[in-house]
């Protein structure tokens, strides 16, 4: 009756998961987890962790490739590349994900390694944010990340070039220019 209704279905694999638990039928739940993670919940973070416990070190990243090989961008695989502490995979989708969103929420962890990285992809998405005329409040918005870029490692340097490059290319757009002068 639940066929193509993806949420009844998840929720009837984790009951059957928690029976084949408690019954220790571990292949039976081993199977479950792996229907979840990569069917029905796909990049689940806790089935994640959940199918982890259940190999040994050396297993699991065998097992961890496979779940890898099998999950998209779009499958929230950044989470899982976070959680195994695979940095360089994740600066890969940062950097393959278009805006701001998924560079702002990994920032803190890879500036330290890739900030030269991490500037270009700011770098590059701002300047398409430029682009079109807009708003004070908008233009304030991108001083505040440029604001932000200037705390990174070289970022200084980055954010004066941008700024430099816009004064020429915008400088028919005054309210950009006055928010662009509280960088100073």
């Known amino acids: 009756m639940d066929k193509g209704i993806d949420w009844k279905i998840a929720g009837h ?23 979840l993670q990569l069917e029905y919940e796909k990049g689940n973070l806790e089935t994640f962790m959940e199918l982890k416990s259940q190999y040994t070190p050396e297993e699991w990243v065998v097992k961890r490739e496979e779940i890898f090989n099998k999950l998209t961008i779009f499958d929230h695989i950044d989470r899982l590349y976070n959680e195994e502490k ?28 890739y900030s030269e990285q ?17 708003t004070r409040k908008y233009y304030s ?12 490692k070289g970022g200084t340097k980055v954010v004066e070039s941008i700024v430099d490059d ?13 928010e662009l002068e509280r960088l100073r």
Request: charged residues 35%; hydrophobic residues 35%; contains cysteine.
């Open 141 to 152: 918005e991108l001083v505040s990340q440029l604001q932000r870029m200037k705390k990174m």
């Open 166 to 178: 816009w004064k020429v290319k915008y400088k028919k757009r005054p309210a950009m220019m006055e």
């Open 13 to 35: 694999i984790k009951k059957k998961k928690e029976i084949y638990r408690i019954q220790e039928n571990k292949n039976a739940y081993i199977e479950q987890l792996w229907k």
């Open 86 to 113: 695979l940095y360089d995979r994740l600066l890969e989708y940062v950097l393959k994900c278009p805006g701001l969103y998924a560079v702002q929420e990994y920032e803190s962890i890879l500036k330290k390694d």
């Open 118 to 134: 991490i500037l270009k992809k700011y770098s590059d998405e701002i300047n398409k944010m430029a682009l079109t005329p807009n």
